[in-house]
């Protein structure tokens, strides 16, 4: 089930909150967490996580997976094994989110900014946003495109194969990774070769391809909607959302929640933003040589 994330999760004590409810007062996930923030250890496999919590490999599976659905936890792996890795933002905070998880009267009346009320007063609460650091980029601002700045964008092309597009941005990256497509994918591509500002970072595309048709809404990314929560799940610094139309403005704001939650949970700058249909094609065009049909078997 994919999270409605808003800006109610966009701040420490609503985040705090989030985290106490959804570990609230069962065993079995409180132990989970408290296996998976504990020592400095950044990640643990299930099977190390089984061992510290004294709880069946399958129990450990079906908790942590609740945790990550909920944004608590992250997801990866060690060799053959499944393992989960920590938010800095909550471990720093563990020790509150576990007391208040323990209590629910006592979350009741913990201030956030959908909850800013203490007894019967009700008041304004200010948070500190020095934490968070979202910035909304286009494709102009990106060092690695920097060929698409000269370009004006025109109706001379149509949409490209997914496979064929993905592979021309593999190439003007120089990633020379491999990247298969399945039905659960957080990205489509992911490469640490994203040259901003003079930095190399890593970046994150979700692409859509040519069978979506008319304008671009959250509902049309991914089956279930959420596959710009997952795409968010990807350990990049960069997120990007290309299209071959046009991309309706609640894609940008769903994007923008949640690089303000990652920048506020990693404690880094979070870029975020969108290719629609007319910068698509300047990339095209400004890299004509790489996306022509004579260059279609060497993409291949």
């Known amino acids: 089930m994919s999270i409605d994330v808003s800006d109610v999760r966009s701040n420490p004590q609503d985040q705090i909150a989030h985290a106490a409810r959804v570990i609230g007062r069962s065993p079995q996930r409180r132990k989970v967490f408290i296996a998976i923030y504990k020592g400095k250890q950044k ?11 004294s709880l069946p490999r399958k129990r450990v599976l079906e908790e942590a997976q609740k945790l990550y659905n909920n944004d608590i936890i992250k997801k990866t792996k060690v060799g053959k094994d499944l393992a989960y890795e920590k938010y800095p933002f909550f471990t720093q905070h563990k020790d509150e989110v576990l ?6 009267s006592a979350l009741k009346k913990f201030p956030t900014k959908t909850n800013p009320r203490v007894g019967n007063v009700q008041v304004t609460l200010s948070l500190p946003r020095k ?9 102009d601002d990106i060092e690695s495109f920097a060929k698409v700045r000269g370009e004006v964008s025109s109706d001379k092309y149509h949409p490209i194969d997914e496979k064929l597009f993905k592979l021309g941005l593999q190439k003007i990256l120089r990633e020379e990774g491999t990247f298969q497509d399945w039905g659960g994918e957080g990205d489509d591509l992911y490469s640490t070769r994203m040259l ?39 350990p990049a610094e960069c997120f990007l959302v290309q299209y071959w139309g046009q991309i309706d403005e609640s894609i940008i704001e769903q994007m923008k929640n949640f690089a303000m939650l990652k920048s506020s949970q990693e404690c880094k700058r979070i870029y975020y933003g969108v290719i629609d249909g007319q910068d698509t094609v300047r990339i095209l065009s400004a890299y004509s040589v790489i996306f022509s049909v004579n260059n279609t078997n060497e993409l291949r």
């Open 43 to 53: 990640i643990k496999t299930v099977t190390e996580l089984a061992v510290l919590s």
């Open 131 to 139: 934490s968070i650091d979202a910035r909304q980029i286009t494709i």
């Open 196 to 234: 901003i500002s003079g930095h190399r970072m890593a970046v994150a595309f979700g692409l859509k391809g040519k069978g979506t048709r008319g304008i671009l809404y959250p509902k049309k990314m991914g089956t279930r909607g959420d596959q710009i929560q997952r795409l968010f799940k990807a």
């Open 99 to 104: 007391k208040l998880a323990g209590d629910p």
